[in-house]
């Protein structure tokens, strides 16, 4: 019972983030590209990767973290479908450089961070498992 409520917890916050981050993007950069996306995106595999590396490390408890942060806030906060929509948006709308210039941006600077918050604790955790 415990990991519902922390899902559900981090889920609402990470909700309320990516709705107050899509505002203020689009008070900041204007509505013609998908730039909330892009920040909510980019913040939430930063911070994925960043507690999945501090709990691997041993530097946090798996529990509430992984439910409260992992499971429940970045799961609310990143939003693949919005990325696909806005992409595929951009690709009807005939913005074909905006279209292409969201795709190569969110795969890269999200797997990027991803990365970057993986190695901070734990520089080990993208190398292969070892196997017996």
Do not use: K, Y
Not at 62 to 89: I, K
Request: with cysteine; aromatic share 12%; charged share 10%.
């Amino acid at each position: 019972m415990d990991s519902i409520l922390f899902i559900a917890l981090g889920g609402a916050l990470g909700a309320l983030c990516r709705f107050w981050a899509g505002l203020a993007a689009s008070a900041l950069f204007g509505s013609r590209f998908p730039a909330g996306t892009l920040i909510v995106n980019v913040a939430g595999s930063f911070l994925i990767g960043l507690t999945a590396s501090a709990i691997a490390a041993g530097r946090i408890a798996p529990s509430p973290w992984d439910d409260l942060v992992m499971q429940g806030f970045c799961g609310a906060l990143t939003t693949f479908s919005t990325f696909s929509m806005d992409s595929f948006r951009l690709f009807r709308e005939g913005r074909m450089w905006s279209a292409w210039v969201n795709l190569a941006l969110s795969m890269a600077l999200c797997l990027g961070a991803a990365s970057l918050g993986l190695s901070l604790f734990s520089p080990g955790t993208l190398s292969a498992p070892a196997h017996p």
